[in-house]
């Protein structure tokens, strides 16, 4: 039986015997990010993998939710920090001329007008004073068709249109997940879980500890048609250049724009947001065509389908990691990421926060890690996201072999297979 207490009012189903319809060894729930590279990490490392994801497409926010900017992939001290995954699938978009980030000679450099140059295109952030960032705008259908790839080549399952629902736990194991989509509810039997869904659905369903934060929503938008300034214009309105020719992306949102804070794991708040940011994102659209040099012929032509939730559930696992672990090294780093509005300093990611307290068949990747409030806001970005992804599919690959606890499984193998797979530890 699941954790989760019920309400009182609740209903007993009539019909509760579900199918069976698979026994992967690594199951991961949510195709984001984090979830991608988990399904990939875990599949490279000899797993049978099925990966679930609730919409059509891999990516989640950095995707369909239009966040298309990797910040960042360095320390802001001239060294790459994020490798693995993530600089893989900088690659494969490179190979399509869909991205677009500073050569390394440049990274660190504090020349006034390269900064204003790659602030442009949305790859320098935070209070100065600043250098350039090894950061990457990217093109969205890029990275969903690069993901397609990766998980191709890697024979990961991918069941899209399916949400992941219901953990059945007994003891301290997750021993089947109830799935839903077309044909209706089924199960699935997995020895190992990754919890990649952004929001920690299946350690909340399974009554893990949790933080929940209430933060105000986003829609970033692209429009087509705007004429840019010339590079030694002023920039008038925030938007960014892009590598679509032609596009420019608007980071519309926020404390400024919304009216206030939703729970993003409730469905009404959810819901009347997304009404609500579609008007306002066309009202700030036709304020940019008449009030924006250069935009008077522009037109949205793509809004995100999906809000943009900076934070929702973090897991309090076995280690919360705060912001006195800044630069701090540990003994089972599993991940490391600078800050994209910091210079010089990184996190180590422990192992530990990815393990919630009271499962020993889970591991969780992305945005949800046991983090508090200030670290997530470098955590939570979708290189950091990629880097515990990776971390957490090479666990549970490791982990299925001998059994499916993932606590049992050898740091030093751990943090050797994920250096031999190019990831970047302290
Ligand atoms: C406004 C905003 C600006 C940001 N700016 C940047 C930036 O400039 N650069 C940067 O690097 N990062 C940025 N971030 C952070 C970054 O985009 C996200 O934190 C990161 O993409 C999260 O990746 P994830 O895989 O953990 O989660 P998500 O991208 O949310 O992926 C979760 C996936 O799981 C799926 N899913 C969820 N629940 C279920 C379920 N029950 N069953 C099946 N599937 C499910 C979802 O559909 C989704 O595909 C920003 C975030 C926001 C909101």
């Known amino acids: 039986m699941p954790r989760g207490s019920l309400p009182s009012d609740s209903l007993t189903l009539p019909n509760s015997r579900v199918p069976v319809v698979a026994r992967p060894d690594v199951l991961v729930a949510g195709g984001g990010s984090a ?8 599949a490279r490392n000899g797993a049978d ?16 939710g239009l966040i298309i900017l990797l910040l960042t992939m ?11 995954l993530c600089q893989e699938l900088v690659d494969r978009m490179e190979r399509r001329q869909a991205i677009y980030y500073p050569p390394r000679s440049s990274w660190n450099d504090p020349d006034p007008k390269l900064v204003e140059h790659y602030a442009r295109w ?25 993901a397609d790839e990766m998980v191709k080549e890697a024979a990961v399952r991918v069941l899209y249109q399916t949400w992941a629902c219901e953990p059945v736990v007994e003891g301290r194991t997750v021993t089947a997940l109830v799935i839903q989509n077309k044909a209706g509810r089924q199960a699935i039997i997995p020895k190992v879980v990754i919890d990649a869904t952004g929001d920690g659905d299946i350690i909340a369903a399974a009554g893990e500890r949790f933080e929940l934060e209430r933060v105000h929503p986003w829609l970033w938008f692209l429009m087509s048609g705007a004429q ?51 008007q306002l994102v066309a009202e700030e659209a036709g304020r940019l065509k008449q009030g924006t ?34 630069d701090r090294e540990f003994p089972d780093a599993i ?64 982990a299925a072999r001998e059994g ?14 994920l250096l031999e797979q190019a990831a970047i530890l302290g």
């Open 74 to 84: 360095d320390d802001g001290a001239g060294r790459q920090a994020v490798g693995g």
């Open 335 to 398: 991940a490391r990421t600078g800050h994209w509005t910091k210079y010089d300093c990184v996190y180590n990611v422990p192992y530990r926060s990815l393990l919630p307290l009271g499962l020993d068949n889970v591991l969780v990747a992305g945005r949800c890690i046991s983090v508090d409030h200030r670290v997530h806001h470098a955590t939570k970005e979708i290189p950091p996201c990629m880097a515990t992804g990776q971390a957490a599919g090479t666990a549970a690959a490791l």
């Open 49 to 64: 993998v099925l990966l679930l994801e609730r919409f059509s497409y891999l990516g989640g926010l950095a995707s369909g």
């Open 228 to 278: 840019l300034p010339e590079p030694s214009a002023e920039r008038r309105g925030l938007y960014f250049q892009t590598p679509g020719k032609g596009h420019v992306l608007v980071p519309w949102g926020g404390e400024a724009r919304t009216t206030h804070k939703i729970d993003a794991t409730n469905p009404d708040e959810v819901s009347a947001a997304l009404a609500e940011c579609r």
């Open 404 to 417: 499916g606890n993932v606590r049992q499984v050898p740091v030093s193998t751990l943090r050797k297979r």
């Open 293 to 326: 040099p250069g935009f008077e012929d522009a037109y949205v032509s793509m809004t995100a389908d999906q809000l943009g939730i900076t934070e929702s559930r973090r897991l309090q696992g076995e280690y919360v990691m705060t912001r006195d672990d800044l």
């Open 122 to 146: 949305g790859l320098v952030w935070g209070s100065g004073p600043h250098r350039v960032r090894y950061s990457v705008a990217f093109d969205p259908q890029a990275f969903v068709l690069a």
């Open 35 to 42: 979830g991608l590279s988990a399904a990939v990490a875990a």
